[in-house]
Protein backbone atom coordinates (compact mmCIF):
# COMPACT_ATOMS: atom_id res chain seq x y z
CA UNK A 1 0.00 0.00 0.00
CA UNK A 2 1.19 3.47 -0.88
CA UNK A 3 1.97 5.60 2.29
CA UNK A 4 2.92 9.13 2.10
CA UNK A 5 3.47 11.21 4.91
CA UNK A 6 4.46 14.44 6.03
CA UNK A 7 5.66 16.60 8.93
CA UNK A 8 7.31 19.41 10.05
CA UNK A 9 4.01 21.88 9.53
CA UNK A 10 3.23 24.88 12.14
CA UNK A 11 3.32 28.51 12.46
CA UNK A 12 5.87 30.61 11.79
CA UNK A 13 6.65 34.48 11.60
CA UNK A 14 6.46 36.24 7.82
CA UNK A 15 10.45 35.96 6.77
CA UNK A 16 11.49 32.69 8.55
CA UNK A 17 12.18 29.67 7.41
CA UNK A 18 10.77 25.85 8.04
CA UNK A 19 11.12 22.74 6.05
CA UNK A 20 8.72 19.94 5.62
CA UNK A 21 9.46 16.37 5.01
CA UNK A 22 7.28 13.64 3.13
CA UNK A 23 8.10 9.66 4.08
CA UNK A 24 7.13 7.60 2.19
CA UNK A 25 6.34 3.16 1.26
CA UNK A 26 5.00 1.01 -0.79
CA UNK A 27 6.70 1.80 -4.05
CA UNK A 28 10.23 2.27 -5.64
CA UNK A 29 11.06 5.66 -4.43
CA UNK A 30 14.28 5.68 -5.90
CA UNK A 31 12.35 5.72 -9.45
CA UNK A 32 9.42 8.03 -8.71
CA UNK A 33 8.65 11.55 -9.95
CA UNK A 34 7.77 13.47 -6.52
CA UNK A 35 5.96 17.02 -6.05
CA UNK A 36 4.83 19.22 -3.04
CA UNK A 37 1.20 20.67 -3.86
CA UNK A 38 -0.48 23.22 -1.58
CA UNK A 39 -4.13 24.07 -0.94
CA UNK A 40 -5.29 27.15 0.74
CA UNK A 41 -8.82 28.39 0.53
CA UNK A 42 -7.84 31.63 -1.41
CA UNK A 43 -5.79 29.56 -4.51
CA UNK A 44 -7.19 26.24 -4.25
CA UNK A 45 -4.95 23.40 -5.52
CA UNK A 46 -1.43 24.79 -6.38
CA UNK A 47 1.09 22.41 -7.65
CA UNK A 48 4.41 24.09 -6.24
CA UNK A 49 7.50 21.78 -6.73
CA UNK A 50 8.38 18.89 -8.29
CA UNK A 51 11.99 16.32 -8.04
CA UNK A 52 12.82 13.85 -10.40
CA UNK A 53 14.64 10.23 -9.79
CA UNK A 54 18.62 10.10 -10.17
CA UNK A 55 18.62 9.22 -13.57
CA UNK A 56 17.88 12.97 -14.26
CA UNK A 57 20.20 14.21 -12.17
CA UNK A 58 17.57 15.15 -9.33
CA UNK A 59 16.04 17.39 -11.61
CA UNK A 60 13.61 19.58 -9.61
CA UNK A 61 11.05 22.45 -11.02
CA UNK A 62 8.94 25.11 -9.34
CA UNK A 63 5.97 27.09 -9.46
CA UNK A 64 6.82 30.60 -10.39
CA UNK A 65 5.57 31.43 -6.32
CA UNK A 66 7.84 29.90 -5.13
CA UNK A 67 10.89 29.91 -7.40
CA UNK A 68 13.97 30.77 -5.48
CA UNK A 69 12.61 30.63 -2.15
CA UNK A 70 11.95 26.67 -1.61
CA UNK A 71 13.77 24.14 -1.72
CA UNK A 72 12.48 20.88 -2.57
CA UNK A 73 15.44 17.43 -2.28
CA UNK A 74 14.90 14.03 -1.76
CA UNK A 75 17.01 11.02 0.13
CA UNK A 76 16.70 7.94 -1.56
CA UNK A 77 17.96 6.12 1.19
CA UNK A 78 15.10 7.44 2.79
CA UNK A 79 12.39 7.15 0.71
CA UNK A 80 11.92 10.71 1.64
CA UNK A 81 11.54 14.14 0.21
CA UNK A 82 11.45 17.59 1.62
CA UNK A 83 10.64 20.90 1.03
CA UNK A 84 13.03 24.11 2.65
CA UNK A 85 10.53 26.85 2.67
CA UNK A 86 12.25 30.75 3.00
CA UNK A 87 11.56 33.80 3.16
CA UNK A 88 7.53 32.66 4.37
CA UNK A 89 4.54 35.07 3.54
CA UNK A 90 1.73 34.97 4.53
CA UNK A 91 0.03 33.99 1.20
CA UNK A 92 2.10 31.00 1.85
CA UNK A 93 -0.21 29.91 4.70
CA UNK A 94 -2.12 26.30 3.05
CA UNK A 95 -1.87 23.00 3.66
CA UNK A 96 1.05 21.12 1.92
CA UNK A 97 0.82 17.55 0.68
CA UNK A 98 3.58 15.45 -0.64
CA UNK A 99 1.86 13.30 -4.07
CA UNK A 100 3.00 10.92 -6.07
CA UNK A 101 1.04 9.90 -9.14
CA UNK A 102 -2.29 9.04 -7.82
CA UNK A 103 -1.19 9.28 -4.45
CA UNK A 104 -1.23 11.79 -1.70
CA UNK A 105 -0.13 12.64 1.99
CA UNK A 106 -2.56 13.60 4.90
CA UNK A 107 -1.40 16.87 4.58
CA UNK A 108 0.37 19.28 6.99
CA UNK A 109 -0.28 22.71 7.69
CA UNK A 110 1.48 25.95 7.82
CA UNK A 111 0.31 29.12 8.90
CA UNK A 112 2.87 31.99 8.36
CA UNK A 113 1.57 35.13 10.47
CA UNK A 114 3.13 37.47 12.74
CA UNK B 1 -0.40 28.53 -17.11
CA UNK B 2 -3.12 26.33 -18.33
CA UNK B 3 -6.25 27.52 -16.79
CA UNK B 4 -9.27 24.44 -15.55
CA UNK B 5 -12.99 25.72 -16.02
CA UNK B 6 -14.96 23.73 -13.80
CA UNK B 7 -18.84 23.63 -13.85
CA UNK B 8 -20.93 24.12 -11.82
CA UNK B 9 -19.42 25.06 -8.87
CA UNK B 10 -21.53 22.87 -6.97
CA UNK B 11 -24.36 20.42 -7.37
CA UNK B 12 -27.41 19.17 -5.14
CA UNK B 13 -28.07 15.65 -5.51
CA UNK B 14 -30.38 12.61 -4.25
CA UNK B 15 -29.08 9.38 -3.27
CA UNK B 16 -29.13 7.32 -6.50
CA UNK B 17 -29.30 10.27 -8.93
CA UNK B 18 -26.42 10.64 -11.95
CA UNK B 19 -24.93 13.51 -12.63
CA UNK B 20 -21.96 14.87 -14.36
CA UNK B 21 -19.78 17.64 -13.74
CA UNK B 22 -17.55 19.57 -17.09
CA UNK B 23 -13.95 20.23 -17.37
CA UNK B 24 -12.63 22.63 -20.05
CA UNK B 25 -8.75 23.38 -20.08
CA UNK B 26 -7.20 26.72 -22.15
CA UNK B 27 -5.11 24.55 -23.97
CA UNK B 28 -5.18 21.22 -25.42
CA UNK B 29 -4.31 18.88 -22.90
CA UNK B 30 -2.94 15.79 -25.83
CA UNK B 31 0.97 15.83 -24.79
CA UNK B 32 3.54 15.09 -27.60
CA UNK B 33 3.27 11.27 -26.93
CA UNK B 34 -0.47 11.06 -27.95
CA UNK B 35 -1.79 10.42 -24.76
CA UNK B 36 -3.88 13.09 -22.55
CA UNK B 37 -3.12 14.03 -18.89
CA UNK B 38 -6.20 14.94 -16.94
CA UNK B 39 -7.11 13.52 -13.87
CA UNK B 40 -9.86 13.92 -11.64
CA UNK B 41 -9.68 13.89 -7.80
CA UNK B 42 -12.20 13.75 -4.92
CA UNK B 43 -11.71 15.27 -1.66
CA UNK B 44 -13.78 14.12 0.73
CA UNK B 45 -14.83 16.21 3.74
CA UNK B 46 -11.73 16.55 6.28
CA UNK B 47 -9.53 14.31 3.72
CA UNK B 48 -6.88 14.94 2.09
CA UNK B 49 -7.64 14.41 -2.11
CA UNK B 50 -7.92 10.87 -3.84
CA UNK B 51 -7.17 10.14 -7.39
CA UNK B 52 -10.09 8.41 -9.07
CA UNK B 53 -9.56 8.78 -12.76
CA UNK B 54 -6.56 9.35 -14.53
CA UNK B 55 -5.68 10.22 -18.21
CA UNK B 56 -9.18 10.94 -19.19
CA UNK B 57 -11.10 7.53 -18.40
CA UNK B 58 -9.08 5.46 -16.53
CA UNK B 59 -10.08 3.96 -13.08
CA UNK B 60 -7.97 4.10 -10.35
CA UNK B 61 -7.37 1.19 -8.09
CA UNK B 62 -10.67 0.69 -5.78
CA UNK B 63 -12.30 3.06 -7.43
CA UNK B 64 -16.34 1.76 -8.76
CA UNK B 65 -17.53 1.61 -12.16
CA UNK B 66 -20.11 4.26 -11.12
CA UNK B 67 -17.70 6.65 -11.72
CA UNK B 68 -16.51 7.79 -15.82
CA UNK B 69 -14.87 9.71 -17.17
CA UNK B 70 -14.79 10.96 -20.91
CA UNK B 71 -13.75 13.72 -22.97
CA UNK B 72 -10.83 14.75 -25.29
CA UNK B 73 -8.65 17.94 -26.12
CA UNK B 74 -9.69 20.33 -24.47
CA UNK B 75 -13.48 19.33 -23.33
CA UNK B 76 -13.69 16.60 -20.26
CA UNK B 77 -16.49 14.90 -18.58
CA UNK B 78 -16.99 13.22 -15.00
CA UNK B 79 -20.03 11.50 -14.64
CA UNK B 80 -21.17 9.87 -11.56
CA UNK B 81 -24.04 6.87 -11.89
CA UNK B 82 -26.12 6.26 -8.88
CA UNK B 83 -24.75 8.69 -6.92
CA UNK B 84 -23.85 7.36 -3.00
CA UNK B 85 -23.65 9.47 0.45
CA UNK B 86 -19.51 8.56 0.08
CA UNK B 87 -19.56 10.39 -2.94
CA UNK B 88 -19.90 13.82 -1.27
CA UNK B 89 -17.17 16.16 -0.98
CA UNK B 90 -15.28 18.52 -3.75
CA UNK B 91 -14.57 17.01 -6.94
CA UNK B 92 -11.45 18.57 -8.83
CA UNK B 93 -10.03 18.26 -12.14
CA UNK B 94 -5.78 18.57 -12.85
CA UNK B 95 -4.09 18.48 -16.01
CA UNK B 96 -0.11 17.03 -16.04
CA UNK B 97 0.06 17.95 -19.88
CA UNK B 98 1.85 21.39 -19.54
CA UNK B 99 4.11 22.76 -16.61
CA UNK B 100 2.76 23.88 -14.30
CA UNK B 101 0.55 21.12 -13.53
CA UNK B 102 -2.60 23.12 -12.62
CA UNK B 103 -6.13 22.70 -11.04
CA UNK B 104 -9.97 23.32 -11.81
CA UNK B 105 -11.61 25.04 -8.71
CA UNK B 106 -13.74 22.35 -7.98
CA UNK B 107 -17.26 20.91 -7.93
CA UNK B 108 -19.19 20.61 -4.02
CA UNK B 109 -21.40 17.37 -4.74
CA UNK B 110 -24.01 18.07 -1.57
CA UNK B 111 -26.77 16.16 -1.03
CA UNK B 112 -30.31 17.95 -1.99
Known amino acids: EVQLMETGGGLVQPGKSLKLTCATS????????MNWVRQSPEKGLEWIARIKPKSTNYATEYAESVKGRFTISRDDSKSSIYLQMNSLKEEDTATYYC?????WGQGVMVTVSS | DVVMTQTPPSLSVAIGQSVSISCKSSQSLVYSDGKTYLHWLLQSPGRSPKRLIY???NLGSGVPDRFSGTGSQKDFTLKISRVEAEDLGVYYC?????????FGAGTKLELK
Open chain 1, 26 to 33: GFTFSTAW
Open chain 1, 99 to 103: TRGGG
Open chain 2, 55 to 57: QVS
Open chain 2, 94 to 102: AQTTHFPNT
